[in-house]
Nanobody, 117 residues
């Protein structure tokens, strides 16, 4: 079992920045990658940024150049640094961990990010 706890969401003005954190606990040795997803009202959940144990990263086109995913392995924490935020970035952001065996994935509870003036 892997437990994921997100923090750092909130209300920010357009053009502002936020940093989300996701602390992993439990069977963290089984994690092969960690990601951030988001889901806006009425929309499907979408992948925002992904990172692997090897350090590879991948971003949605809509956030490239504005968001950065990083990991602190000593703290078992993954971060999402978000800059130049836009109203369309408003969503619930979820931390996601991938493991090589069932259940193959774990989700955090989500943290709300609202970009509004």
């Amino acid at each position: 079992q892997v437990q994921l706890v997100e923090s750092g969401g909130g209300l920010v003005q357009p053009g502002g920045s936020l940093r989300l954190s996701c602390a992993a606990s439990g069977s963290i040795f089984s994690i092969i990658g960690m990601d951030w997803y988001r889901q806006a009202p009425g929309e499907q959940r979408e992948l925002v940024a992904a990172t692997t144990n090897g350090g590879r990263t991948n971003y949605a086109d809509s956030v490239k150049g504005r968001f950065t995913i990083s990991r602190d392995n000593a703290k078992n924490t993954v971060y999402l640094q978000m800059s130049s935020l836009k109203p369309e970035d408003t969503a619930v952001y979820y931390c996601h961990a991938r493991v090589p065996a069932q259940p193959y994935e774990y989700w955090g509870q989500g943290t709300q990010v609202t970009v509004s003036s």
